[in-house]
């Protein structure tokens, strides 16, 4: 008579193999973190690389003044060194994008707020206007990086956007100062 073998794993075999997941989780941790703390970054500063696009277009398109702004959670915009909800005084607060026509402001288009993510800037409002859709007062730049201690040590997650008296905006991978 011959005996079936159990087929599977042992207990041993079993809590060997969760103690090898449970050092090879605790080295990858650390990793995830700072991989999503940079997605965050980027999508970040290609939200606003997109809104100062669309307001160089439309300021075009509608032959009118279009203001980028950083707003408060009442929509308005916020004047400059006034904080935020959160006490942040960067364009992390959110923004919004204004058209001017015959002196009234209509929002276009609203980005909320991230506070994870700071955002120096040289401005708190940027102007765009007709007919080539440029930037009333010269050259500008935001600077991306996470918000905390250490942060800004890490230059693989930092982004930085600058835009050209002319509108265009141009955006790079690292630290840019903010001081353009």
């Not at 919004?96 to 955002?119: C, E, K």
Request: positive net charge; contains cysteine; proline residues 3%.
């Amino acid at each position: 008579m011959t005996r079936a073998s159990n087929q599977g794993f042992t207990l041993v075999e079993l809590c060997v193999v969760l103690a090898v997941m449970a050092v090879l989780a605790t080295f990858a941790a650390p990793s995830f973190v700072a991989w999503q703390m940079r997605d965050q970054v980027d999508a970040r500063s290609r939200a606003l690389f997109s809104s100062l696009s669309l307001a160089r277009a439309e300021s075009v398109r509608r032959g009118a003044r279009v203001t980028l702004c950083r707003i408060d959670a009442s929509r308005h915009c916020l004047a400059a060194g006034r904080s935020c909800e959160a006490g942040i005084t960067d364009w992390s607060c959110g923004w919004g994008l204004f058209v001017d026509r015959d002196g009234a402001a209509t929002l276009l288009h609203m980005q909320p707020a991230m506070t994870s993510i700071a955002i120096a800037a040289t401005s708190t409002e940027l102007s765009f206007t007709p007919p080539a859709g440029q930037v009333i007062g010269g050259f500008r730049s935001f600077d991306f990086g996470p918000r905390g201690a250490g942060a800004a040590a890490n230059t693989a997650s930092r982004r930085c956007i600058r835009l050209a008296a002319g509108g265009r905006a141009r955006m790079t991978q690292g630290a840019c100062g903010a001081s353009a």
